[in-house]
Every structure is written in C-alpha cells, then in structure tokens.
C-alpha cells in the first residue's frame, strides 16, 4: 500500500517579488510501505523544503500530500498536526532530545502525550531502545551518552507512535563514518521490522547506497 505521496508539488518562496525562487516545479513521489528511499540533492536544491511539505510543516503552492492513501493537504492545521503525531516521524541531524528526561522518558513522553497508558507505553520504549542496542542506556539523560547513543534515542523517540512515514533530514550527519553506519544499519534493522516507510535525505553515496532507491532534485523535480 501507498505510505506517502507527493503530486505535482510546487513551492516558489518570493512570489512576485525580486529573488523569487520556484523550488519545487511539480514533485512528484510515491512512497510504498517498507520501502527505504535516499534523498540525494546538492545544498540548496529543496531538500528540507521537501521534507517540511512531506511533514507536513509546510503547505505547497499546488499539488497534494497523501499519507495512507489520504490527501491531507487542505485540512484544518489541527487535523495536519493530528496526522503529524499519528502517522509521521522525524529524525534531524541534531537529536533534539529533552535534556532533562532520560532515554526512556524521551521515548515514554510523546507516547503519554498520544495517549498510550504509562505501563504500555514504558514496554513499547523499553523494546525500541533495546532493538537499538541501548538496553544498558535506559534511565541515561542525553548528557551522558555518545553522539550515536542520542541519535538512536531520537530514532526510537521518532517510531514512539508507531507512524506509517519516516522523514529524516541527516539523520546521521553529524557523527563520524564508524558511528554513522552503525547509526544507520540499526535505524534500517527497525525500519525493516516494523514495515515503515522511509524518506531519509543524506549526502553519504554510501548509505544511500544501501537504500532501496536514491532520489534527487533536479530543477524542481523529483527524479
Ligand atoms: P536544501 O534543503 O536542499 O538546501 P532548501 O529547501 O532549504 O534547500 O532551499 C531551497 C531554495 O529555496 C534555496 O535557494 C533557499 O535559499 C530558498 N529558500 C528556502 N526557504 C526560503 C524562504 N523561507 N524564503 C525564501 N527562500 C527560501
Ligand atoms: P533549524 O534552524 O534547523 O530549522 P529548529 O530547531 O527550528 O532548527 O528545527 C529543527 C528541525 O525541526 C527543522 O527541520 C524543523 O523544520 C523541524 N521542526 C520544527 N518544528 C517542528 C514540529 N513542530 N514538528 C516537527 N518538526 C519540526
């Protein structure tokens, strides 16, 4: 089944105006469920503009987001923000994490926020953090773990609510080659098993490599 699409996206920031700049000149991508798709673009090419409008952050000037087979481009912003907790998660390139909350508390929040019992929701973090190789790292605060350490706390945070869609913006990018692929092979093992679908934009030939697909921009298109 179809986990994101993207039709005929169009964005020009400046309309009208000196500068104006037509980013996106009618994207257009699918997205199965399970499938893992690398976004590859040089700097300035409309990569996080792509993955705002895909979030859900950002409306497009034309064309539609369908996430689960749903357009939800001309809902209420609190029905976007609804789908946004339900059905999307974000990875960045900086973790974000709640400084003072450990790694489990960071797992355990948005799910209380989402209305998942305490005690379930505790389970589900407890088994999210130990698929990402963090079962010693559970009442840690962001403070005393690795680089790699926070960023797979923020990749089991962003699979918390179980979404259809994962957006990531380099999710790896700030941590050394070693760390990077370890990040990345135990990012991809719970992609796998959970059935998500992944966005995932990287300027690593080597990770995108090991997607299932690499997409790019070119002039406003997604090829
Ligand atoms: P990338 O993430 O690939 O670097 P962006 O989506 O951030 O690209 O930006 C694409 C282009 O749109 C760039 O030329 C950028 O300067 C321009 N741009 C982005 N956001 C705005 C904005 N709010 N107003 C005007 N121009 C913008
Ligand atoms: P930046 O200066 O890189 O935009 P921010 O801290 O403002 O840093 O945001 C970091 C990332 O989080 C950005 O990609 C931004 O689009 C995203 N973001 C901001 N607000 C939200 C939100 N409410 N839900 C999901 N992502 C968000």
Redesign the pocket.
Known sequence: SKALELRGIEKV??RGEPGE?A?LRGAELVLEAGEVVALV?P????????LHIAGLLDTPDAGQVLIGGQDVTGESDRRRTVVRRDDLGFVYQFHHLLPEFTAIENVVLPQLANGVSAKEANQRAEELLGHMGLGGRMTHRPAALSGGEQQRVAIARALANGPRVLLADEPTGNLDPATSDRVFAALMELVRTTGLAALIATHNPDLAGKMDRVVT?RDGLLV
């Open positions: 920031y400046k700049v980013v673009a700097s300035g090419a409309g990569k996080s503009t792509l921009l």
